[in-house]
Each structure stands twice: as C-alpha cells, then as structure tokens.
C-alpha cells in the first residue's frame, strides 16, 4: 500500500528554524516526484515546490524561492520541507505529494504537517 | 503564473441531485501535441487531505466512483458529480499541470440543500 507519512504538528516562534519530513513507503520512492503544498488556515491549495529523489533535482514555485528548501534522501525513502526563519505568516498545513512526472496529478497525499509560528 | 478561477465558491444541492462546479484558467492548458488537457481535479472532506479525482481533465483516477465526471478542454473546464451522495461533501479545487508553477483554483465548497 502507498503511504506517505509526514512528521507532526509543530508550535514554533517568529526567526526559528524547522526541517519537516514525508516518508514514502509502498512504492519505489526514487521513481516519482514529491511535491509540497501549501494551506494556509481556510485557505485554498498553493504549490511549493517539487523534488524528483532520484537525483534530487528540485522547481520552487516562484512565490516560494528562497523562502523554503526542498530536499531528499533516498536512503531512507524520505522527502523535507525547510525553513531558516519562520514567520507568522508560514502558519498553515503543510502536505506532501506524490506524481509519475513534473507535469501529472498529485495521486497520493501526505496526512499534512500543521505548523504554527507563534510569538 | 496560469490564474485557475473556480466557481461558484459555494454550491448546496439535495441528495440525488447534480451538482456541477467550473474552473477556467487564465490560459490554454490542452498540449496541442498529445491533445491532452493538463487539468486534475481534487476532492478535500474536512480535516483530510486532497484526494486526486480526475486527470487530464476526464480521467478518473482508480476507485472514483462513476457519478463522478469531468469535460472541457482548452481554458473551461466543469466537475459533474450526477448523483449527489452525503458523502461527497468536500472542498473541490482544480489545478493545471500545463507549466510552472502548477496552480490551484480557490475551491467551491459543496453541502447538502
């Protein structure tokens, strides 16, 4: 069965750093693409950034470059999502997802990572 | 950035009922090489994560039921569930894969009349 697991909610102040992670298991993870997308509290679908763990080349969306850091390890079967300083506005539910290519649909889906960034 | 504009944003219907949500984006998605539309649509219930309904705009992914459906082509597409069930209450979004960056439209927010 395809899982992605993804680490747990996090409660973090505005400067701190946080690393999060989506562990694939079910499938061959360095044959598809991981994808990280974006909720923010009652808001709609923003997508990030993709990685393919096979050689870990990553795409940031533009209104992410620079703001977060998409890696892998394929040793472990496991995809992250990083923040050098979080800010207020980095609150939101983070969620991970797989697809066959850059340019296909998402077809399974992380629980999703809740990350709070609170003074 | 390709904008996806959903509507309506919000849309209650009795059960049994259809229920049809559109999506236009603000360029053509169809790939006039392999004639496909790069177009999914999702389906989120309250509290989980998007499931991956619908790709290249009419293909339903495994295990979908069939009341299901989705047309369009170009820039307007539309969700069709024909048969509304309880079940099927959910926040529905679509995204164009066509170029980067993928985007997602707002949502329409589907409930029981």
């Known amino acids: 069965e395809v899982q992605l697991v993804q680490s747990g909610a996090e409660v973090k102040k505005p400067g701190e750093s946080l690393k999060i992670s989506c562990k694939g298991t079910g499938y061959s993870f360095t044959s598809y693409l991981i994808t990280w997308v974006r909720q923010r509290p009652g808001k709609g679908l923003e997508w990030m950034g993709i990685?393919?763990?096979?050689?870990?080349?990553?795409r940031y969306s533009p209104s992410f470059q620079g703001q977060v850091t998409v890696s892998s390890d394929k040793s472990i079967n496991t995809a992250y999502l990083q923040w050098s300083s979080l800010k207020a506005s980095d609150t939101a539910i983070y969620y991970c997802a797989r697809s066959v290519t850059y340019r296909s649909g998402l077809d399974y889906w992380g629980q999703g990572t809740l990350v709070t960034v609170s003074s | 950035d390709i904008v996806m504009t959903q509507s309506p944003d919000s849309l209650a219907v009795s059960l049994g009922e259809r229920a049809t949500i559109n999506c236009k984006s603000s360029q053509s998605v169809l790939n006039s090489s392999n004639k496909k539309n790069f177009l999914a649509w999702y389906q989120q219930k309250s509290g989980q994560p998007p499931k991956l309904l619908i790709y290249?705009?009419?293909t339903r992914e495994s295990g979908v039921p069939d009341r299901f459906s989705g047309s369009g082509s170009g820039t307007d597409f539309t969700l069709t569930i024909s048969s509304l069930q309880a079940e099927d209450v959910a926040v529905y979004s679509c995204?164009?894969?066509?170029?980067?960056?993928?985007?997602f439209g707002g949502g329409t927010n589907v409930e029981i009349k």
């Open positions: 990685i393919y763990p096979g050689d870990s080349e990553t």
């Open positions: 290249w705009a009419s």
């Open positions: 995204q164009q894969y066509y170029s980067h960056p993928p985007t």
